[in-house]
């Protein structure tokens, strides 16, 4: 047997010491946070820069650990025809923007190896599509994550690759 016992005066100091506790807990987890997706999108992610965290998915989005003052971001995405995508006009072609490597790290975490491979691809960074393209293994997978994570938190560092 583990633990130990200790004697209580009665029991408001019992209640007390308990409300208190979870005062505490809710103060150490901070906001939470739940964005279902909506229903002409086709995926979401939550992207929290100073925690370095990504969270994506094609359900409701569940977020804990947020403070007030945090810097977050909420992508969504979805699928569009070849038709609508060229009759945009007000929209800028920014195919190497952070949020094409955050969906690709999203997907990557949860398992959507194809998915996170086009996306990629389609930010047509050469050194990083020709080193990750054919990974299949964990190892290579692993090594594919690290360097989404480099693209996606030092952006200096795509500077130097050919797009």
């Not at 209640?15 to 002409?40: C, F, H, Q």
């Not at 977020?63 to 929209?91: F, M, N, R």
């Not at 997907?107 to 020709?130: M, Q, V, W």
């Amino acid at each position: 047997m583990s633990g130990f016992c200790l004697q209580a005066g009665n029991i408001k100091e019992v209640y007390d010491a308990l409300y208190n506790t979870g005062d505490v807990l809710k103060e150490a987890i901070g906001i939470i946070i739940e964005e279902p997706l909506a229903s002409d999108y086709s995926y979401q992610v939550f992207f929290y820069p100073s925690s370095k965290k990504i969270n994506g998915t094609n359900q409701t989005l569940k977020i804990s650990g947020l403070k007030p003052e945090d810097e977050s971001y909420l992508y969504k995405y979805k699928q569009i025809t070849k038709e609508a995508y060229t009759q945009l006009t007000d929209v800028p072609i920014v195919q190497n923007d952070k949020s094409v490597y955050i969906f690709a790290k999203a997907n990557l975490a949860e398992g959507n190896l194809n998915t996170a491979k086009y996306a990629l691809a389609s930010t047509f960074n050469a050194p990083l599509t020709a080193r990750h393209a054919k990974a299949l293994t964990d190892e290579d997978i692993a090594k594919c994550t690290q360097e989404l994570e480099i693209a996606i938190f030092y952006a200096h560092v795509l500077d130097k690759h050919e797009i």
